[in-house]
């Protein structure tokens, strides 16, 4: 019923919101004779937040259509090698002049991004940054809404599988990224991988941000998952999705709540944020005022997660720990870190980050610990949060020429 709600509300505040985006812009066009009355200025800007606290955001687009490498602008075309009913594997192909053909050889890198309430778009600079050197893949999640019941439930073992199988279409030349929640359902595919001697193995794992093991400086969001029971998420956060998506009656957690969640562990700071908002608009401080937007645009936009996976995650990850415990298995069989000895492990956190604390992307160098010393590097990146790990100045400056220089080392 609160999906539904929430629904109603939406469809009121639409029209609500597109008053105030027209009334808004009727008093900044210097055609209209509305712009040059007093207060015009501060009124436009009361309606266009208005407008954007009001709004629905869709998915947005990457919108990499090109890089730069040595010197050289070169296009890039979005591909869809591998399409599945919950996700598909999209390819940055790289259209290499013939004086730059020699990055044809450059490693693949195949890029894990979370399923956990916003688009893979939140990787974009993630891409953007490694694009030059890299021939880059990114999984990108379908919202659980428009997937029709008939494609069947989607729990944290299909996670798993939808790993291997990415894995194995590259192939065994490829290095892997997971961000924050991957992170777990990667180890696992890689242990799987090793444990079955499958040629297919990656090259390198390098994991940022995730909850490898939880029970380590346990943040507000760990904590929340240990405080509650199992029972209790199955019957207050997991709801039917109304019949005006493709997935009807299809259960899911809706990602409004998981956006309501992260407001609300910082509610001063978005406030703040909008009222400096408020105040570019009236100052005219274009710079800034795109950049709220960039990010509003891709922070508002959520998807909601099958409830069969979410589930899972919180009893198997955050409740039970099985991955650190030893206990995990996917489909029979059992998640043995311990059996991967020649792939490269980087693990990276930041010093600030309130979703997965200090220690617990660590906590993979403990479970796999099959690997030589000279093949494991960590790198604690100091006045860093969550979300300045993959994005920002500190990761494109500090956090990824760490990462290009380690799957260099570790490409052959």
């Known amino acids: 019923m609160l999906y539904q709600i929430h629904e109603w509300r939406r469809r009121m505040l639409n029209p609500l919101s597109a008053w105030a985006d027209a009334t808004s812009q009727l008093l900044t066009n210097p055609y209209s004779p509305l712009s040059y009355t007093p207060f015009a200025r501060r009124l436009a800007a009361g309606y266009d937040l208005l407008h954007r606290l009001g709004k629905q955001y869709e998915k ?42 020699g990055h044809g050889r450059d490693p693949s890198v195949l890029i894990f991004a979370p399923l956990s309430g916003h688009h893979p778009t939140l990787l974009r600079d993630t891409v953007r940054t490694l694009l030059p050197n890299f021939n880059i893949y990114i999984t990108d999640w379908i919202d659980a809404r428009l997937v029709p ?26 290095h892997l990224i997971s961000v924050c929640q991957p992170t777990v359902p990667v180890l696992a595919a890689v242990s799987l991988l090793a444990s079955a001697k499958d040629p297919a193995m990656p090259r390198s794992m390098t994991m940022m941000g995730g909850p490898i093991d939880s029970r380590r400086n346990p943040t507000q969001v760990n904590a929340l998952a240990k405080r509650k029971s199992y029972e209790w998420f199955r019957s207050h956060v997991i709801f039917k999705v109304p019949s005006s998506y493709p997935g009807y009656l299809r259960e899911v957690y809706p990602g409004f709540l998981q956006h309501a969640g992260f407001v609300a562990m910082n509610p001063d700071r978005h406030v703040e944020s909008h009222w400096d908002y408020y105040l570019d608009l009236v100052k005219g401080d274009q710079e800034d005022i795109d950049a709220h937007r960039r990010f509003y645009d891709e922070y508002n936009a959520v998807i909601d997660l099958p409830a069969e996976y979410y589930l899972d995650t919180i009893r198997i990850v955050f409740q039970e720990h099985q991955l650190p415990n030893g206990t995990w298995h996917v489909r029979g069989r059992r998640v043995a870190p311990e059996d991967i000895h020649d792939v490269a492990l980087f693990t990276i956190e930041g010093e600030l980050d309130d979703i997965s604390g200090s220690g617990q992307t660590q906590a993979a160098h403990d479970l796999c610990r099959g690997i030589p010393a000279d093949k494991k590097q960590h790198l604690t990146a100091i006045g860093v949060g969550h979300y300045g790990i993959f994005s920002g100045r500190r990761w494109r400056e500090n956090i990824a020429p760490r990462i290009t220089d380690f799957i260099r080392a570790h490409d052959s």
């Open 60 to 101: 947005p687009e990457f919108g990499l259509h090109s890089t730069v490498i040595d010197g050289v602008e070169v296009p890039v075309v979005e591909q869809v090698p591998l399409a599945k009913p919950f996700c598909q594997l999209l390819h940055f192909e790289r259209v290499l002049p013939p004086e730059l053909s």
């Open 149 to 174: 019941i008939s494609q069947g439930p989607f729990h944290l073992d299909d996670y798993v599988e939808y790993c291997l199988e990415f894995i194995r279409l590259l192939g065994p030349s490829v």
